[in-house]
């Protein structure tokens, strides 16, 4: 039977799902704006991050709400915990989409014609559909989705130390533009961290469908005794 604040819980859902759309969306604009040249693009993604913090706000609000007036059983209890770390994440996701929303925005205004990015499009792609993956196995309690995402995180972090190491040379090959390529690591860099918190999300989906810690996992197993002690 449902309780009849269930419907308290399908708010929050909502909302965490509609602050996950609006940061992926500014993930995609960010990176179109770059690659398209369209400063009112990147202009878009910078103003619109005030919405995602009060998408955060809200969700904190109601999760904080909910376990002070009700009686929550353990798996409300995970969700709720769940929601203000997964909502933590999802601001922290709109702050890089507006970080490279500025990057973006210096090297449109000052090399109008450049298109050499790397592969910092693909990544763009990888990290969308991390997120937008781990935001559907929250709303259908999927561990198997979830998982799937962690196993692409690290595919994102070889294309991001790739792009280092791609830029780096080309700064060194033209050192009056060493601006640019730094503008271009750093948007690499919070592609990487863009992942790193779709990763996050897996993990804590993870958490709430099967109370199963995945998060700093080798700390959490025992330590063995070394050869030297025996």
């Known amino acids: 039977m449902k309780r009849f604040f269930h419907n308290e819980l399908d708010t929050l859902r909502s ?94 205004l000052k090399q109008a014609g450049y298109s050499e990015f790397q592969t910092i499009p693909d990544m763009a792609i990888m990290a969308q559909d991390m997120l937008r993956d781990a935001l559907q196995s929250f709303l259908h309690e999927e561990s198997e989705r979830a998982y799937q995402v962690m196993e692409k995180d690290e595919e994102v972090d070889q294309l991001n130390k790739a792009n280092i190491k791609a830029f780096i040379r080309m700064a060194k090959d033209d050192p009056d533009l060493i601006n640019r390529f730094l503008d271009l690591i750093f948007i690499s860099k919070s592609l990487e961290r863009i992942a790193d918190h779709a990763t996050n999300l897996a993990e804590e989906v993870i958490f709430l469908t099967t109370a199963t810690e995945t998060r700093h996992k080798a700390a959490l197993e025992p330590k063995k005794e070394s050869r030297e002690s025996e």
């Open 15 to 108: 909302h965490l799902m509609l602050m996950g759309e609006k940061a992926n969306d500014a993930v995609n604009k960010s990176i179109k704006g770059l690659t398209e040249k369209d400063i009112d693009l990147v202009n878009n993604v910078i103003a619109s991050d005030e919405d995602i913090d009060a998408l955060e706000v809200e969700i904190d609000y109601e999760a904080t709400r909910y376990l002070t007036l009700r009686a929550p059983v353990a798996s409300d209890l995970r969700l709720m915990t769940v929601a203000i770390k997964a909502s933590h994440d999802l601001e922290r996701v709109g702050d890089e989409a507006r970080n490279i929303a500025k990057r973006a925005r210096k090297i449109i």
